[in-house]
């Protein structure tokens, strides 16, 4: 048995009655580590440079074995761009070579960049015309019970490759379920925390990330995923918020991850 350890925290009240979403967090762990991991979750919805929680609201529950699936890490490279504005360009180009057509990717970037403050969740926008496909309003939809099957060895190849930190150790675990999805295309994302100015475009095949997506000191950021037109969007969102899935680290000689820049 593995249990689903799930936060997120808001200023001002909860998420429900108002509140400035400040973070959130979802891990799949082993029974022992549900406190700890618990913990590190308050202690982080605390200290977190969006601002001061006053609401934090941690779930646990238990997923039973025989119904996780187990995905591989998508293959990581780095753009080398200079502002955000290339950043964008570049964003854009690799949504369009993921088979998002040029007005969806327009459209998706100006609903982030649109965005008066960060959503808790992310869009479904359709592929094809760019449209909003979910009814969650501002809530979005929130990617949940995923995690990394080997935490040590995950570490590792994270620090061996430069790219140790909890940004992206989570993006790559998300953006790789995602990426798995029945009827999603490709991802666009940039981090809502004002320090961090990477963001990523992730498609089944790769995951790039972009240095500047946003300007730094900006609160908004966000997800969009982008959805083959005439997919079953219920199915889509099960899957998201209910299926389990631990993603696979690569081994040790496991350079199937190439990781370039
Ligand atoms: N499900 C759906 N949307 C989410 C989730 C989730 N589990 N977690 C975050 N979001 C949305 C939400 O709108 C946030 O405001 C936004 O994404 C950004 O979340 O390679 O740190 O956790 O260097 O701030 C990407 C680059 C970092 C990492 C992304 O996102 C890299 C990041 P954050
Ligand atoms: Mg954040």
């Keep these: 048995m593995l249990y689903s350890v799930r936060m997120r ?12 979403h400040i973070s959130g967090a979802e891990r799949l762990v082993s029974y022992d580590k549900v406190t700890e991991t618990a913990n590190a979750m308050m202690a982080r919805a605390f200290t977190h440079s969006r601002g001061q929680a006053d609401f934090i609201n941690i779930k646990v529950e238990a997923v039973r074995e025989q119904d996780i699936v187990t995905i591989p890490l998508l293959p990581v490279s780095t753009a080398a761009v200079k502002n955000a504005e290339a950043g964008r360009t570049a964003a854009k180009y690799a949504l369009i070579k993921a088979g998002v057509s040029p007005s969806a990717a327009e459209k998706g970037m100006a609903e982030l960049l649109a965005l008066p403050d960060s959503m808790r969740g992310a869009m479904l926008v359709c592929a094809k015309t760019g449209q909003r496909l979910d009814d ?24 061996k490759h430069d790219l140790s930190n909890i940004h992206v150790r989570e993006a790559l675990v998300l953006a790789a379920k995602v990426a798995f999805a029945p009827g999603v295309l490709a991802e666009l994302c940039w981090s809502d925390d004002p320090e961090y100015t990477t963001g990523y475009v992730a498609s089944a095949k790769e995951y790039i990330r972009f240095p500047h997506l946003k300007l730094y000191g900006s609160p908004v950021g966000g997800r969009v995923f982008f959805v083959k037109p005439d997919s079953d969007i219920q199915a889509l969102l099960y899957y998201l918020e209910q299926q389990p899935v631990l993603v696979t680290a690569p081994t040790k000689d496991g350079e199937q991850l190439a990781v370039s820049s």
């Design 9 to 20: 925290s808001a200023e001002g009240g909860a998420h429900e009655t108002g509140g400035r």
């Design 136 to 159: 969650r309003e501002n809530r979005g939809v929130r990617v949940s019970r995923m995690d990394i099957s080997d935490d040590d060895g995950f570490a590792c190849w994270l620090k």
